[in-house]
């Protein structure tokens, strides 16, 4: 996903979508797959942001849905989520018996990276539940 933002904000500033942003753009990866049950070479993402105006190719607009979500900040390296979901999906949520609903788990960063070190980067983990 990293070399995926990259591009993703190139094309965006080539826009001049992250000037003078209302929205002040927030950044979002989509999961759609799990890594424990599908393989690497398999697995759907996108990196997203928000804008407050059209975009032109080769970037998309894409509205998600209303959606529950069980949310948590993770303060670490993106190296280091793993450990999150694996305490969400193997202990908490069991614990709680919610239902996973059929929707991308929506992960939104919260600092930017290249600003701090990755001791500090905070990521809000949003796993969809049936309502």
């Given amino acids: 996903m990293g070399n995926t ?3 993703l904000f190139t094309h965006a500033a080539g826009q001049g979508l992250l000037e003078n942003n209302s929205t002040q753009n ?7 797959d799990d ?9 759907r993402s996108k990196a997203g942001l928000t804008v407050d105006r059209a975009v032109q190719a080769p970037l998309e607009t894409e509205t998600l849905p209303p959606q529950k979500y069980v949310s948590i900040e993770f303060k670490g390296p993106y190296s280091e989520l793993e450990t999150a979901y694996h305490w969400l999906y193997h202990q908490w949520l069991p614990e709680k018996q919610l239902e996973l609903a059929d ?7 919260l600092n930017n990276p ?12 949003n796993i ?4």
Wanted: aromatic share 14%; proline share 12%.
């Fill in 26 to 32: 927030r950044s979002f990866g989509l999961y759609y």
């Fill in 103 to 109: 929707a991308p788990v929506v992960e939104e960063y």
């Fill in 114 to 125: 290249r600003e701090l070190p990755p001791s500090e980067w905070l990521t809000r983990i």
């Fill in 5 to 7: 933002f990259e591009q």
């Fill in 128 to 131: 969809p539940i049936a309502s």
């Fill in 35 to 43: 890594p424990e049950t599908v393989a690497t070479d398999k697995l």
